[in-house]
């Protein structure tokens, strides 16, 4: 399985920006999808966002016009550029591959003032 290594969450207050990393231990120029998931304390795992080599990128619509997923195939890296942070974003985030079910071990982020 695909070694996922998430990065980039802290403690931020409303209005703020984070940019979360996802590294992969495989080059992700084979991989098509890759997502963005969230689980904020008490409540599922939500889908936040994906990107795919050749449809593009779609966002929940919590999160559409604020988040921004990218991948850099060279460093074989996953990106989420969050902006406008809101007390609601807090959750841990975690990238995932379909292709093989893979998970990172998640990425605290807290949004408070």
């Known amino acids: 399985q695909v070694q996922l290594v998430e990065s980039g969450g802290g403690l931020v207050q409303p209005g703020e920006s984070l940019r979360l990393s996802c590294a992969s231990s495989?080059?992700?120029?084979?991989?098509?999808?890759i997502h963005w998931y969230r689980r904020a304390p008490g409540k599922e795992r939500e889908w936040v966002a994906q990107?795919?080599?050749?449809?593009?990128?779609s966002y929940a619509a919590s999160v559409k016009g604020r988040f921004t997923i990218s991948r850099d195939n060279a460093k074989n890296t996953v990106y989420l550029q969050m902006n406008n942070l809101k007390p609601e974003d807090r959750a841990v985030y975690y990238c995932?591959?379909?292709?093989?079910?893979?998970w990172g071990q998640g990425t605290q982020v807290t949004v408070a003032s």
């Open positions: 995932h591959l379909t292709i093989d079910g893979s």
């Open positions: 495989r080059s992700l120029s084979s991989i098509n999808i």
């Open positions: 990107i795919t080599r050749i449809i593009g990128t």
